[in-house]
C-alpha cells in the first residue's frame, strides 16, 4: 500500500506570559535529531514520522511525538502550540535559527522573511514515478483549497483578529513562489522551472519552491504544504487519509489520454483566498466552475471524488465521520475567535496548548477510542 508520512510544525510559548519564546536550540538539545528539527525562526520546531501505509500507526505516532515534545518543552517552562499563528506574538520575540541559509533568506527577503513565524501541517504520499507525479500535479490541484478550509485555525496575527480564518496562507502565498501549483507535462518540465527560478536568484535553492502542493527534492514523494498546523491530531489524519486517496486518484488519471482539468492559476487562486478568508464558515469556490457554495458540499465532492481510493485503504468511514463532525462543529478559527472574544487571547494560548496535549484516538468508523482499548504508541518515536 502507498505511504504518506506527516511533518508537524508547532509554535513554542512562554508558558507565563503566553507570549512567544525563542526555545527551539534548548529544546532541540534535549530530543532526536532524526525526528525534531530547527526551522527558520527559534520560536518554532518541527516533527516528523517515518512512512506509514496504516492511519491507526500514523495516529499513534503523531501522538507520541507530540507528547515527547510537550514534556521536554514543559521542563524548559515552554507550551507547544499546534496552529497556524500564535494568537499573542512579537516579531522580535522569535529569532533567527543559525545557519547562512537563513541569513541568506531573511537578507534577500527582508520584512517578507521577518514575518515568517507561522506554522503548517505536511503531507508526503510516495511516488515512485517522479514523471508521474510531475502530471498528476494538475489533478490534484483543485482540490487543494477545500483542504486549506478543512485545516483553517489562523485567525490571529500580532495579537489582532485579521479577518481571516487562515491569515497564515494570506502571509505564505506572498512568496515569489507559493500558491497554487502550475500545470506541468513532464518532470522535465517541472525541473527546468525549478531550476530556472534559482538561476534567476528568485529563490536560492529548489527547497524554497514553495507551491503548495510539490514534488519533493529528497524524497520519493509529492508533498501537500497548504494547510495550517492543527490542535489535534485527528484532523492531522484526516488530511493525510484524503491527500494520499487525492494523490492515487490524480496518478490514476495522469496515466490515462485524458487532458487535465483546464483550470486556471487564477481560479485557483480566487479559491485558495476564498479559503483562507471564510474557512468552513462561509461558501467555498468550486474551482472547476467558478460557483460559490456551501463548504459542507464541496468537502463531501471530494471524499465522493476519492471514495474507491478510500475504500481500498479501509479508511472510507472514518473520512466521512471525521469531516463530517468537523464540518459541524466549524472551524478552529472559529472556535478561537469565539474564546478569545469570550475569555481574551492569554486563555486562548493555555486552551491550544490543552488541545495539541490531548490524545484523541479514533478507530476506522471515526469513533473515539476508549482508553482501556487504545493501543500502545509505535516504538521507537521518541
Known amino acids: ?34 525526528v525534531f528539527s530547527a526551522e527558520a525562526k527559534q520560536a518554532c520546531i518541527e516533527t516528523r514520522t517515518v512512512p506509514h501505509t496504516d492511519m491507526d500507526g500514523l495516529h499513534a505516532e503523531l501522538l507520541a511525538t507530540r507528547g515527547t515534545l510537550i514534556a521536554a ?3 524548559l517552562g515552554l507550551g507547544v502550540i499546534a496552529a497556524g499563528t500564535a494568537p499573542l506574538m512579537r516579531l522580535e520575540d522569535s529569532a533567527l535559527s543559525d545557519g547562512d ?38 489533478w490534484i ?22 479577518g481571516y480564518a487562515s491569515w497564515r496562507t494570506m502571509i505564505w502565498h506572498r512568496w515569489p ?30 527547497g524554497m519552491l514553495f507551491y503548495d502542493v510539490r514534488l519533493s527534492d529528497h524524497l520519493p514523494t509529492i508533498e501537500l504544504r497548504a494547510c495550517d498546523a492543527v490542535p489535534d491530531a485527528s484532523t492531522a489524519v484526516l488530511v493525510a487519509s484524503l491527500f494520499r486517496a487525492l494523490v492515487l486518484h490524480a496518478c490514476h488519471r495522469a496515466q490515462t489520454a485524458e487532458p487535465p482539468p483546464d483550470v486556471p492559476e487564477r481560479w485557483l487562486r480566487a479559491a485558495s483566498w476564498r479559503a483562507a478568508r471564510s474557512g468552513l464558515e ?33 479508511d472510507l468511514d472514518r473520512v466521512r465521520s471525521l469531516a463530517g463532525a468537523m464540518v459541524a462543529a466549524g472551524s478552529s478559527a472559529k472556535r478561537q475567535r469565539a ?12 486552551s491550544l496548548i490543552a488541545a495539541t496535549k490531548q490524545t484523541r484516538p479514533y478507530d476506522r468508523q471515526g469513533r473515539r477510542i476508549p482508553p482501556s482499548r487504545r493501543a500502545a504508541p509505535s516504538p521507537g518515536v521518541g
Not at 505536511?122 to 514523471?131: L, S, Y
Not at 507559493?178 to 525549478?194: E, K, L, M, N, W
Open 339 to 350: 474564546l478569545g472574544r469570550r475569555q481574551g487571547l492569554a486563555a486562548l494560548v493555555d
Open 282 to 314: 462561509g461558501s467555498l469556490l468550486d474551482p472547476f466552475t467558478m460557483v460559490a457554495g456551501s463548504a459542507d458540499a464541496m468537502v463531501r465532492r471530494l471524499i465522493d471524488t476519492v471514495a474507491a481510493e478510500l475504500a481500498q485503504s479501509g
Open 1 to 34: 500500500m502507498t505511504t504518506v508520512g506527516v511533518e508537524e510544525e508547532f509554535h513554542l510559548v512562554d508558558l507565563r506570559t503566553r507570549y512567544l519564546k525563542s526555545g527551539a536550540p534548548l529544546l532541540l538539545a534535549e530530543l532526536p535529531d532524526d
Open 141 to 162: 490541484n483543485p482540490w487543494v483549497p477545500t483542504l486549506t478550509a478543512l485545516t483553517a485555525g489562523s485567525p490571529y496575527w500580532l495579537g489582532q483578529e485579521t
Open 177 to 206: 513562489s507559493a500558491g497554487p501549483t502550475p500545470v506541468f507535462a513532464s518532470v522535465d518540465d517541472y525541473d527546468r522551472t525549478a531550476d530556472a527560478l534559482v538561476d534567476s536568484g528568485v529563490i536560492r535553492d529548489r
Open 101 to 138: 541559509r537563513y541569513a541568506h533568506i531573511e537578507h534577500s527577503y527582508a520584512r517578507l522573511f521577518h514575518e515568517l513565524q507561522i506554522c503548517g501541517l505536511h503531507v508526503h504520499v510516495e511516488v515512485a514515478d517522479r514523471d508521474l507525479a510531475a502530471r498528476a500535479l494538475a
Open 73 to 75: 518543552a514543559e521542563e
